[in-house]
């Protein structure tokens, strides 16, 4: 069979969908996020289904199909077990000429949804006469391909501050990922992980903000200066930043520098250290009955110093779980400020070294006695310091 191949514009046209089960819910998405105005005809919906429709976002019919359904689609989406039901739907909108998916019977629709992917402006559609799977692992050759592909000339400009998770080059997100693969100009740091940048093309301009001379403030400014410069000389910058770019990255300077400079900024949320790293140590940072809140904080100022921003005796008075990142250096102080201030020097530690790296450790103490711990087992930077009783809550 030869079918043609078609992009359908749905923005404000009516879909019809029948059913309201597992398939009808894994179809609603794409509708909706093709700006199509979605009825959904069914006697029952699943929970998700009923959020989009209690969001507003989808109307529902309560009660089984009736011909008069199809009056007015554009589009039909059967999505229902029932052969006899469905031929039901196939039958009134072949008699309305209106196009047919049917989840159940490729061979009875008139239209078929292909595997899609798409990667910012490209969108890849990819049918095969029956053969599903074919078509799906087709489709992710090419998704593949389209990843280390050159974007299309002007797509990207700016610059995007991209987190790049913690240090495992998979947990950056999909989205920073293609990012990286369309920029001109990367300027990164030092916690960045090396083998997401073994895959930059070679014309790309590559920046080590950890070379950088000057102390940390003119390096900074010098950052700033180099994507904004860049930015405005027409590439596409992406600023690679350690875990999330806005946990103690300054990439709230960056983002104002490029604004004042009316270069666009783009923030791409990463995997940040302060929860990812406890949970590769099997610490989750909140747990049900144990711990209702955890507080990220800095610990790069002693807990005594004058510039210090932190309330450690409130800190000291919550139960739920604290996480301590640059802390190694002060953890002794920070230690002792805390059980000065009422936290137990029982109170269960653990230190998390390079998460999810090859190079992760970790270990296992109380607050009373991690710093010592810290120092015998030679841990060193980058590591955060999880204080809580979720330590016992680990897998
Ligand atoms: N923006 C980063 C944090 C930057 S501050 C994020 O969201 O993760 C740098 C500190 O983060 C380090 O001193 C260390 O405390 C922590 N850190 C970063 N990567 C880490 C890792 N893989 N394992 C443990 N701690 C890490």
């Known amino acids: 069979m030869s079918i043609y191949p078609l992009g359908l514009k749905l923005a404000g046209r009516r879909v019809l969908v029948v059913g309201g089960g597992a398939v009808a819910t894994r179809r609603v998405p794409a509708l909706l996020a093709a700006g199509a105005v979605v009825d959904i005809v069914s006697p029952e919906l699943t929970p998700a289904l009923h959020g989009q429709v209690d969001a507003g976002r989808a109307s ?22 029932d052969p006899a039901a469905a031929e039901q739907v196939s039958v009134a909108a072949e008699a309305r000429r209106v196009f047919c998916v049917r989840a159940d019977d490729r061979d009875a629709a008139t239209a078929w949804t292909p595997a899609v992917t798409r990667q910012g402006q490209v969108t890849v559609a990819v049918t095969d006469g029956g053969d599903r799977r074919r078509a799906m692992a087709v489709r992710d050759l090419v998704a593949h391909a389209l ?33 990286l693969a369309a920029a001109d100009v990367v300027v990164a740091d030092r916690l960045v992980p090396g083998l997401l ?44 930043k350690g875990g999330d770019p806005f946990v103690f990255g300054r990439g709230g300077e960056e ?40 507080t990220v904080v800095s610990g790069h100022i002693p807990p005594d110093h004058a510039d210090s921003l932190v309330d450690w005796a409130a800190l000291a008075r919550l139960r739920g779980t604290l996480v301590v990142l640059m802390g190694l250096k002060n953890l002794s102080r920070i230690a002792g400020r805390l059980i000065a201030e009422g936290r137990s020097a029982d109170t269960p530690a653990a230190v998390v070294q390079e998460g999810s790296t090859s190079h992760q450790r970790s270990l296992r103490s109380t607050l009373g006695q991690v710093a010592d711990a810290v120092a015998e087992a030679g841990i060193r930077p980058p590591a955060v310091v999880v204080i809580g009783e979720v330590v016992h809550a680990a897998v």
């Open 60 to 81: 529902w019919t309560e009660r089984r199909f009736e011909p008069a359904d199809v009056d007015g689609a554009w589009l039909v989406h059967v999505a229902v077990d």
């Open 147 to 179: 990843e280390s592909s050159p974007p299309a000339a002007g797509e990207y400009k700016g610059v995007a501050l991209v987190g790049s998770g913690p240090g495992d080059p998979e947990l950056i997100t999909v989205k920073g990922r293609r990012l």
């Open 197 to 240: 940048l073994g895959d930059l093309r070679p014309e790309v301009e590559f920046v080590d903000a950890a070379k950088i001379p000057y102390g940390p403030a003119a390096a900074q400014e010098e950052i700033n200066r180099i994507l904004v410069e860049r930015a405005l000389e027409g590439k596409f910058v992406v600023r690679l």
């Open 255 to 294: 983002a104002i520098a490029c604004a004042q400079a009316g270069v666009p900024v783009l923030v791409v949320p990463g995997v940040t250290s302060s929860i990812a790293a406890p949970a590769l140590a099997g610490i989750p940072v909140t747990h049900r009955g144990v711990a209702h809140e955890f």
